[in-house]
Structure formats: C-alpha cells, structure tokens
C-alpha cells in the first residue's frame, strides 16, 4: 500500500496499475502542485487491470478561508481551499457508461414514437416542441385564488394563483447524442428554436425559463436529450432578486453589473474557459458548485430573442465548446442543470437597460465521474460553502481538450 501512495506523489499523469483491487478516491499531497486528487475513471475494465485518471488540481493562491459575494443575488459563498486535502469516504454515483442506440423504440421522444399521453410524434429531423404531457404549469387555473380575490387576506399564509405553459424541446431525433456531440450546425437549430418560442410565448407571458436537465443524477427523467421552456404570467423569485440587484447597480454606478464584471474577467483570464467573436463563458468568482459556469455575450443584450443570426451561430459554437470540456475532464456525459437569464416582458415600458443576458450552467460532480458534490447541512441551514476555488476549477476546465474524448479515443457512435 505505501509503495502505490509514493508511486501517486511522484505522477501527475494517467497511470495504468495492475492487481489492483481497491479503487482509490482520496487526496493525496504532492510537492509539485500543493495539493493533487486522484480524479477516478473507468474507461474500460480489462481482466486484472484497471484504469485511472489522476487529476491535479492546480496550486491555490491563498489556502485562508474566505467569503465571496454573488453581485447578482447578494448571496455569499463561503470558500475553504485547505479541505481539498481531505479524504473521501462517501458516496460514488454509478458511472453511466453504456452506448445509446440513435433510436430507441421504447423512448418517448424519439421520432414516430408514442407518448404516455397517447400522442405519437412526428418524424422530425430537427428540433422537436411540444407542451410537457405533465405540464408544471396550465393556461388556465381552477384554483379558488384565482376567482376569489376579495376574500380576506392572511399576512402570513399568502398565496396567489398561477398560469402558463410546459414545452419540452426535442434537440435532436438522435437518442444517443448530447450537446457535446452535436455538431455547431445543430446547435444554432437549437438556438434558434429558443429564438422562435421566446417570440411566440411573450406576447402572453412575462417570464420565460429556458432551462435543460442533463443526466439521471440531475433528475433528468429522459435520457434523449431535451430541454424545457416554462412560461408564467409572474415573475420568480431569481428573476426579481437579479432584476433588483443589476438595476439597483445600474442606479448607483450608471454602469450594467455583467458588463461591468466581464471587462474585470476579460482583463485578467484567470477565470475564462471558453471565449469566441461574441461569447465568453467563465467560471464565476462567485460560483457556489464546483465547476459552475456562465455565459454571457461581449457586446449588450437584454433578451436571447436580440440576438442576430451570427451570434446564434457563435452562440452554438460556444456552447459546443462548454459541453465538450465539460465531458473531457471526466470522460462522462457530464451532468448540469443550465438556464437562460434575461430581462422578462412586462407589458408596461419599464427600462430594462440594467439587464445583461447569461446562462448558468451548475453541474454537481466534484472530484470525478462518480463523486458528486452535496448542498446539504451547513449549506442548506446557512450558505453555499465550497473548498475547490473557482480559479483552481477554471484551470482544470482551461486544460481539456475542444475534441470530444469519444473522438480521440475511437468510440464515437
């Protein structure tokens, strides 16, 4: 045991051990980069032999514990650089390894299949729409609050009623293929549904979330790979908090806060992990989950639906990029939950100029394909603490490859 620990000391690259049977997750203290984890992947499994990856993670430029403000919400995040050191005992989720088929007769989505609901789908060979057979929301409400508005009001138990819609977006016919491995072309279709349901849906509603559920872990319960539009006609809590924040900043300083903060990130690149003609996609400096990510446009946008035709094309592009580096660090179809922010649609003419179009992509694994990180106990009860830095995540996602590892390693479908 101690002669395999001293072999981990010394290399910083995949090794390739024999007769090993126990799978190492803890950290380990190296000389050459502070602190390294032993970043655990299986890419196959061959008789007396396993494959590992071992990760660095880079040198931290401080190890005291500090807090970091999100300037978009107010809320803070508390960041303890020395736990990485800590060993990992708890749980491992289940890698999902398997190749999907391009069609999977038992799939709900996939093109001329037949829905819970009774519906079949058409034979589509590009993005897909359709209100969710199990809609969160409905156009019309038969709650009593919403017919019985004089009666008394509680100052403690308030509600009030809600309407809207569900729609699911197919991204693809393709069952098997993710962001990741879609080529730019199909994402700029994908863009450009966004495009077409924010036209449609705002003339009805003041808020729209475009948002995707990526793997089981996640809650995705799809695996064909889809995203959602959910349309209200009120605006949620994140919305008002980061209209306030950015108009409040806007107020004070006569300057938009993304703005503001993308020529701070632009200037120094510490944090910058994607970057085309129009995009940038950053590791926040605020950012609660591990390798948390947004994505917000060079030049000012309020709305998803001002974009112009070239930027839905490097939009694409980008997020092309994002995905697959997302995917490299682990070898995984990585996991997220990503969502688009943008000024809503009141229908009265209040300004909107403090608004900065962005996405935010919260992907839950920590140290490998199979350890994911837990917002629980101190971050449920107090606030969001972290111990990988966000500079330290940023230099991982910075040193992946733009070619889809199932490329490089001859298993593309």
């Known amino acids: 045991m101690h002669v395999f620990m001293k072999l981990f000391q010394k290399t910083y690259f995949r090794l390739k051990l024999f007769t090993i049977k126990q799978i190492f997750t803890n950290y380990f203290k190296s000389k050459k980069t502070g602190i390294a984890f032993l970043n655990m992947i299986i890419f196959s499994q061959k008789k007396n032999q396993e494959d590992f990856n071992l990760m660095p993670i880079p040198h931290s430029t401080t190890n005291s514990v500090h807090r970091r403000q999100n300037p978009l919400t107010g809320e803070w995040v508390l960041v303890s650089p020395h736990r990485s050191k800590r060993p990992w005992q708890g749980q491992n989720e289940d890698i999902d390894t398997p190749a999907s088929p391009s069609y999977d007769p038992e799939c709900y989505l996939c093109p001329e299949n037949r829905r819970i609901s009774g519906d079949q789908n058409p034979s589509f060979d590009s993005t897909f729409v359709f209100t969710n057979d199990f809609a969160a929301l409905q156009p019309s409400s038969d709650s009593p609050l919403a017919s019985n508005s004089d009666q008394p009001k509680n100052e403690i138990l308030i509600s009030e009623a809600a309407t809207g819609t569900s729609r699911v977006i197919c991204y693809s016919p393709d069952h098997s293929k993710s962001l990741a491995e879609m080529s730019a072309p199909e994402i700029a279709s994908i863009v450009e549904c ?83 003609d129009d995009w940038v996609a950053v590791v926040p400096y605020w950012a609660a989950w591990p390798f948390e990510t947004m994505l917000t446009p060079k030049r000012h946008i309020t709305r998803l639906n001002e974009l112009t035709p070239p930027e839905e094309i490097s939009l694409a592009q980008a997020l092309q990029e994002l995905a697959i580096r997302y995917d490299n660090m682990f070898h995984t179809s990585f996991p997220y939950s990503m969502g688009w922010h943008f000024a809503p649609f009141w229908k009265d003419a209040r300004q909107i100029e403090h608004w900065q179009l962005h996405a935010c992509f919260y992907p839950p694994l920590l140290r490998s394909a199979t350890v994911k990180k837990f917002m629980v106990g101190y971050e449920m009860l107090a606030e969001p603490q972290r111990d990988l830095t966000p500079e330290q995540a940023a230099a991982i996602l910075q040193s992946q490859s733009t070619t889809h590892y199932k490329t490089t390693s001859g298993t593309a479908a």
């Not at 995707?212 to 790979?225: D, V, Y």
């Not at 994140?238 to 701070?264: H, V, W």
């Open 194 to 276: 966004w495009h077409d349901q924010i036209e449609e849906l705002s003339s009805n509603y003041q808020w729209i979330q475009i948002f995707e559920n990526k793997g089981s872990i996640m809650g995705c319960s799809q695996p064909h790979p889809h995203g959602q539009i959910w349309a209200g006609d009120f605006i949620p809590t994140q919305i008002s908090i980061k209209d306030a924040r950015q108009k409040a900043f806007m107020e004070k300083t006569g300057k938009n806060l993304l703005q503001e903060y993308l020529i701070t990130e632009l200037a120094s690149r510490e944090r910058v992990v994607v970057e085309n």
